[in-house]
């Protein structure tokens, strides 16, 4: 890298910038005020003309510091991608002409906007420095998979494929898990009719057969240290022996348990004849291609009733909150045994309230179920009893809205899926520290966890034995499943480079698992890759920088380490935070923690932000132009007033707009610092927050807006309204929304005045 | 196995005699209960029992209710619920069966009126081939007798001088043969239809 | 251009001195110009119309309209068969569907029509089709645009397309909740077409308007209402059920709900003999109970 910084300043005159705004004012200020060394004009800057002006003069001018003024940072980026310089983008596209009016009276203001956007890309220019890759990265690309069922045979079986070395550990003594005990599987294939052979023999073989596979029967995960590329993992045997290996990253597939049949006394469980669905599944195995008999008297089965959904989809105590999902085409294909093997006049009932059919296979399988004439009654169970030899049903049928009954000689009933987990580290943390804070955090995870309100008794047994200082094991996302988001980043979990696939994510069916364990693989892989060459993982992709701090001014308070959403931070034995910045997913929330703000990356500091907003300049109070700071997250606010702003959607002059990474990265020093320079108003914008969040970190958004909850104080001290701040959630598709937000503020600011803290 | 008549009403028996005897009725067990069928009919609301809750009751073995019930003689045969039907059952088709069924066993509401204008039309087209339409209209106003007839064919007058005043309507209709020339003929065919129908659904 | 030819059954309500006699006017009228010839089947019998269920089982049903496809056969063979009446179209083709599903249908048919001396082959490529459907698929917008001398300027008509002609076979290519052909050919006679008629394809409650006289009227009441909040002058139809129920009781509705319906109710072939230059005699105007009299005075000019 140069020695010395150089800005460069770029000048685009396309798009109708140049007709908008008066180029020449533009370059002025990026010379007067900004600093900028070399400032050029170009009328097309992403054509190959414009952007081998710039390559130029890095090359032979010694620009290191680019500064792009023309379109938004989220444009062009393929064009203006400059190895060895940083990089800063003013928006004049997106961010000026596009939402003001082409007017002469609205020319003033809009030009002004344009020069600040330029004094803020050359301001953070200057305080930027070119990442490097992290040092501290491991090369290891063996993939850890825990669980020896359908999912991690799946997940083993499909990184080896894809040229990886894979370590299977498996507690018990075969392959196979639940899949290993069922007569036959939902079918995954057209015409998708017929219950068809689970094939867990021949995957067993591939396995055994593949060279890039080691099985580790019998063991169990004593620790698990380090970072993606760099895990350290000591496998304990059943047998005492514990050895130590390195992988670099891991699948956790450790499947599901179910609910226990004896906790609803009601469904008869207890009865030789009433029985689960999984030991239909023996008792469908066993009678061997005869028909199947009902254990308590051996008798062929003329009747059997599916009890779908027990102790699901409920808020009472003692049941779960949520459905399973599976039970429903696992009814199905059971029912079909008997139609099968004891006859097409068995009658088979499946009682359900709202009967599931996911996947491919799912509404095809349905209809095969219907045309076999299994019947399906849309009810719900009150009682199961024995009556003579046999035994009575009690239901309210809920089409017909009638108390019935009927018979049946074998009642299977649906239990619902719990995951195999270790402890949720967010449920159980200790806190050892008056940090308020962090207890709101603890507070919220409570919330969620399962163990709150819903005492559904969960294995308390570590899987992982993580050495972070955040836990155990991987934080659970809702009812106690792993996860970080079901719909918009399955696998990924809140501890980098370590995945979760199959059951234990979410309810799921073989065929679901199976999709889930390649998933994860392909994941997992990427992290490991990543990781070789100190690069972020998922969702900054890519991202070379990583955050490091200035050890003599930290406090050790602690505030980093317990705020990091993926326990990235642990503590040295002085009590220094200790990074780890393989498990780092570069969000910057440990920079909006810190109260001494000694936490900064090369590229993303306190000062690359902070310097932005000083240098906006703010007009004395008299001229009537007030000045709204927008911090808004990359991730979905910054794209949907981009959005806004090519729907041509106008919103106040007197905004200047700064993305930041997450608006947890945001420290509220610069909310102090934007009030003491006079900014009028100040608005947030973050992802949605709480249950059904959209952040891309988790937790950012929401660790932000309690940070946030507390700037009152600040406005009090400084004798400001405590409307002059605001914080909030914006989706991506808020196009609307967002520029509203804006001049609402704008309205407020009129109405309340100017900021008197003006020079 | 000792069923109770409760009990055995679960048992499918009904759905098996609609499936081999009814019109499409093998298509009864395919339904999931969705319901689009009942929103989307233009009579719904005089429905007892919308066509998705027929098909419950038939597989509930709810034979008197279902086959008693005047639900069915509320279709139109406008097709909404074919075309809207997720399942793509025939649902008008069904519901036309079971009241024919029902109709020829008897079990019909013998008051409908839609059922006796629907015997009246048949009887009206079977014999002559094709429709007359005074004969059909007084048919049907009469068939509560005279004086009925006569309060109904008057408060329908209005219709009626219209379309004869534009010439729709004949007013020799009562007294002219009309129809197909080779009414023997189809008279003849229809009887043999008749009767392999009956000998085939049992009648 | 060739005279296009097809095997034509007229049906029931066509006749003279029956409900749509003036469709059929309408129709020879409108075939004139486009130089269609259509081939009447001969001594045709009813359909069985979809009400006969409740007497005429499958069987009996499907031999009526084996009779018909068998006499047309014998009279015209090869040529596509073409129904005015969407009861006519919707009975045959089906019939004709199944027969060629279910072979002890087909069986069945086949002995019973021995009876009554015909000898009914199957034939799985015979088409039974709508007019709606001769005029867009074989004749098509643009023809018959070649042929309006007389366009019918500023009159704003309502689409009302029904159930049987549009449910469940359709027009190729129109959905059945929205289907736009009528108001195309009625932007093609020059004429303006309500677009947003919500009610184009509401039942109307067909033969049920003879047996539940209250229910069908409540049917026909939202038909009318909608084409008058949406300002239309007419209603245009191709079924003459739909055409007959939602004119012929506006008298009774506007008696029981206090209202003031007086909108004509004309079979697109109406518009086009209009449209076509033709009088209002050819048009089968004089039919119309409700009169429509824009046609009438557009006809006259």
Not at chain 1, 201 to 208: G, Q, R, S, W
Not at chain 1, 469 to 496: A, M, N, V, W
Not at chain 1, 594 to 604: A, E, G, L
Request: net charge negative; hydrophobic share 35%; glycine share 8%.
């Amino acid at each position: 890298m140069a020695d010395e910084k150089k800005i460069g300043a770029y000048i685009c005159t396309g798009c109708g910038i140049g007709d908008r705004l008066d180029a020449k004012q533009l370059e002025m200020t990026a010379q007067r005020d900004g600093k900028a060394q070399v400032v050029k004009t170009h009328e097309f800057l992403c054509s190959a003309d414009g952007v081998k002006t710039i390559q130029d003069d890095i090359d032979n001018d010694g620009v290191n510091r680019v500064v792009i003024c023309a379109c938004s940072r989220r444009a062009k980026t393929d064009a203006f991608a400059f190895d060895g310089v940083t990089l800063s983008r003013a928006n004049l596209r997106e961010g000026v002409i596009w939402v003001r009016p082409d007017s002469d009276e609205a020319q003033e203001t809009t030009q002004e906007m344009a020069d600040d956007y330029v004094r803020m890309a050359c301001a953070e220019a200057k305080y930027l420095d070119v990442p490097e890759p992290n040092e501290n990265h491991g090369n290891n690309l063996r993939i850890l998979v825990v669980g020896g069922g359908i999912t991690g045979m799946t997940a083993a079986l499909e990184s080896a494929r894809a040229g990886y070395d894979v370590l299977l550990v498996e507690k018990g003594p075969e392959l196979g898990g639940w899949m290993r005990k069922l007569h036959k599987r939902i079918p995954d294939r057209a015409p998708f009719d017929e219950p068809m052979d689970t094939g867990i023999d021949d995957l067993v073989a591939a396995i055994e057969a593949s060279d890039k596979i080691t099985v580790a029967l019998n063991s169990r995960i004593a620790r698990t240290s380090g970072a993606p590329g760099q895990f350290s993992v000591d496998i304990a045997t059943e047998s005492g022996s514990t050895t130590t290996e390195n992988v670099g990253a891991i699948i956790q597939a450790t499947g599901f348990k179910l609910h226990d049949p004896a906790a609803f006394p009601e469904f008869g469980y207890g009865n030789a004849d009433v029985i689960t669905s999984a030991e239909l599944e023996e008792l469908a195995s066993a009678a061997d291609g005869g028909p199947i008999k009902r254990p308590s008297d051996g008798k062929e089965v003329k009747a059997v009733a599916f009890i779908q959904d027990v102790g699901q989809n409920s808020t009472e105590v003692g049941k779960l909150r949520y459905d399973s999902g599976a039970g429903d085409l696992v009814a199905i294909k059971q029912a079909m045994y008997f139609k099968h093997h004891n006859g097409d006049d068995c009658d088979t009932t499946i009682i359900y309230d709202n009967l599931r059919t996911p996947g491919t296979a799912g509404e095809d399988f349905y209809r095969s179920g219907q045309r076999k004439e299994v019947i399906f009654t849309k009810g719900a169970v009150s009682k199961v009893d024995a009556a003579g030899d046999t035994l009575k049903v009690s239901f309210h049928d809920k089409i017909l809205d009638e108390d019935t009954e009927m018979e049946a000689d074998l009642v299977v009933l649906d239990m619902g899926m719990i995951p195999v987990t270790g402890p949720d580290p967010y449920a159980t943390l200790e806190i050892d520290t008056d940090d308020d804070e962090a207890e709101v955090v603890e507070e919220e995870e409570k919330e969620d966890g399962v163990e709150a309100e819903n005492p559904v008794e969960v294995s308390v047994e570590s899987i992982l034995n993580l050495d972070y200082r955040q836990g155990t094991d991987l934080p659970q996302l809702k009812f106690g499943f792993l996860d970080s988001h079901f719909i918009c980043f399955p696998y990924e979990t809140r501890r980098t480079g370590i995945y979760a696939a199959g059951p234990v994510r979410r309810p799921m069916d073989i065929g679901q698992a199976i999709d889930d364990a390649t998933g994860a693989a392909l994941k997992a892989i990427q992290a490991a890759e990543n990781a070789q060459v100190g690069r972020a993982a998922h969702p900054r992709s890519g991202d070379l920088s990583f955050p490091t701090f200035r050890k003599e001014g930290c406090t050790q308070c602690k505030r980093c380490t317990v705020e990091c959403p993926f326990g990235a931070i642990d503590e040295d034995e002085e009590g220094y935070p200790q990074y780890n910045e393989g498990r780092c997913r570069r969000c910057g929330t440990c920079m909006g923690a810190c109260p001494v703000r000694v936490i900064s990356f090369k590229n993303y500091s306190v000062e690359t932000i902070g310097q932005q907003l000083k240098a906006v300049d703010i007009p004395d109070e008299f001229d009537e132009k007030p000045r709204l700071m927008v911090l808004a997250c990359e991730n979905d606010a910054y794209p949907a007033l981009d959005m806004a702003a090519m729907n041509r959607i106008e919103y106040s002059a007197f905004v200047r707009v700064i993305p930041v990474r997450c608006l947890g990265s945001v420290n509220t020093i610069w909310i102090t610092d934007a009030l003491n320079s006079g900014y009028d108003g100040i608005i947030l914008m973050g992802c949605k927050k709480g249950d059904d969040y959209q952040c891309h970190f988790v937790k950012g958004s929401e660790i932000a807006h309690m940070r946030m909850s507390k700037i009152d104080d600040t406005l009090n001290q400084l004798n400001l309204e405590k409307e002059r701040v605001a914080t909030y959630e914006v989706e991506i598709t808020d196009i609307e929304r967002a520029p509203k937000l804006i001049n609402d503020m704008a309205a407020t600011i009129e109405e309340i005045g100017m900021s008197p803290f003006k020079f | 196995m000792s069923n109770t008549a409760m009990v055995k009403k679960y048992r499918n028996d009904f759905l098996r005699e609609v499936e081999e005897k009814v019109e499409e009725g093998d298509w009864v067990r395919m339904c999931m209960q969705c319901g689009v069928c009942a929103g989307s009919c233009p009579l719904g609301d005089a429905w007892e029992h919308p066509p998705q809750e027929i098909f419950m009751m038939i597989r509930a073995g709810k034979r008197e209710e279902v086959l008693g019930s005047d639900s069915m003689w509320m279709c139109t045969s406008c097709y909404n619920c074919i075309v809207r039907c997720p399942r793509e059952l025939p649902i008008t088709h069904i519901m036309h069966g079971l009241a024919n069924y029902a109709h020829r066993l008897g079990l019909a509401p013998k008051a409908n009126p839609t059922r006796r204008f629907a015997k009246i039309f048949w009887d009206n087209i079977a014999t002559s081939g094709r429709v007359n339409e005074l004969k059909l209209s007084l048919g049907l106003y009469f068939m509560d007798g005279f004086g009925n007839g006569i309060k109904k064919a008057l408060a329908m007058k209005d219709v009626g001088l219209g379309l004869l005043k534009t010439g729709r309507l004949d007013p020799m209709g009562l007294f002219k043969a009309g129809g197909i020339k080779d009414k023997s003929g189809l008279q003849k065919a229809l009887k043999k239809a008749r009767e392999i129908e009956d000998t085939r659904k049992g009648y | 251009m060739a005279t296009r030819e097809y095997s034509f059954y007229p049906g029931c309500s066509s006749e003279k001195k029956t409900s749509a006699s003036n469709y059929m006017v309408s129709v020879e009228s409108m075939c004139k110009t486009l130089d269609v010839k259509l081939n009447e089947i001969p001594d045709w019998n009813c359909c069985g119309a979809s009400i006969g269920y409740a007497e005429g089982g499958e069987l009996p049903r499907t031999v009526m309209n084996a009779r018909n496809l068998a006499l047309a056969e014998e009279d015209s063979p090869g040529q596509d068969i073409v129904a005015t009446c969407a009861a006519c179209w919707l009975g045959t083709r089906e019939s004709h569907e199944r027969l060629g599903k279910d072979e002890t249908l087909l069986n069945d048919t086949i002995e019973s029509l021995k009876e009554a001396g015909i000898n009914y082959e199957h034939k799985p490529e015979k088409n039974i089709r709508h007019m709606a459907e001769v005029l867009i698929e074989d004749i098509g917008y643009d023809e018959i645009g070649s042929h309006v001398s007389k366009p019918l300027e500023g009159v704003k008509i309502a689409g009302y397309v029904g159930c049987q002609t549009n449910r469940p076979f359709g027009i190729h290519g129109e959905s059945y909740e929205n289907p736009k052909y009528l108001d195309k050919l009625v932007e093609t006679l020059g004429a303006d077409p309500v677009e947003d008629y919500d009610q184009k394809v509401t039942c109307c409650g067909g033969a049920l308007a003879f047996s539940e006289p209250e229910k069908s009227q409540n049917q026909i009441k939202k038909i009318l209402e909608s084409a008058y909040d949406f300002g239309a002058e007419m209603i245009v139809t191709p079924c003459p059920v739909c055409q007959m129920n939602v004119e012929v009781y506006q008298d009774q509705i506007n008696k029981a709900h206090g209202t003031k319906f007086h909108i004509p109710v004309t079979y697109y072939s109406q518009l086009m003999t209009v449209a076509f230059g033709g009088n209002a005699k050819e048009a089968g105007l004089n039919g119309n109970i409700i009169k429509a009299k824009k046609l009438e005075e557009i006809a006259a000019k």
